[in-house]
């Protein structure tokens, strides 16, 4: 079994910047897979970005490519997700998602809330 506890999600203008935290437990980082989604009022679940454990290649979806970063610690067995370039439309309640691939979710945190102001 995996938990996963996310942090750092708040209210921050458009142009800012915030970083979330997904810290695992119950199986080591480096044999996972870890990735963003988010979802926005309205919408469905959107897979942001991710990253493979084992040896830390990444996706972005083509809407925070460039804006967005995401990177493992293993030592730590936390994955971040640096948010600079925020704007509105980035709007959304964030969780990470832990399983065998990028994109896999077999296990969910409990989502953190970022709001953009404009």
């Known amino acids: 079994q995996v938990q996963l506890v996310e942090s750092g999600g708040g209210l921050v203008q458009a142009g800012g910047s915030l970083r979330l935290s997904c810290a695992a437990s119950g199986r080591t980082f480096s044999r996972l897979s870890i990735s963003w989604f988010r979802q926005a009022p309205g919408k469905g679940r959107e897979l942001v970005a991710g990253v493979r454990g084992s040896d830390l290649s990444t996706y972005y979806a083509d809407s925070v490519k460039g804006r967005f970063t995401i990177s493992g610690d293993n030592a730590k067995n936390t994955v971040y997700l640096q948010m600079n370039t925020l704007q509105p439309e980035d709007t959304a309640v964030y969780y990470c998602?832990?399983?065998?691939?990028?994109?896999?979710?077999?296990?969910w945190g409990q989502g953190t809330q970022v709001a953009v102001s404009s």
């Open positions: 998602a832990a399983g065998g691939y990028i994109g896999a979710s077999a296990y």
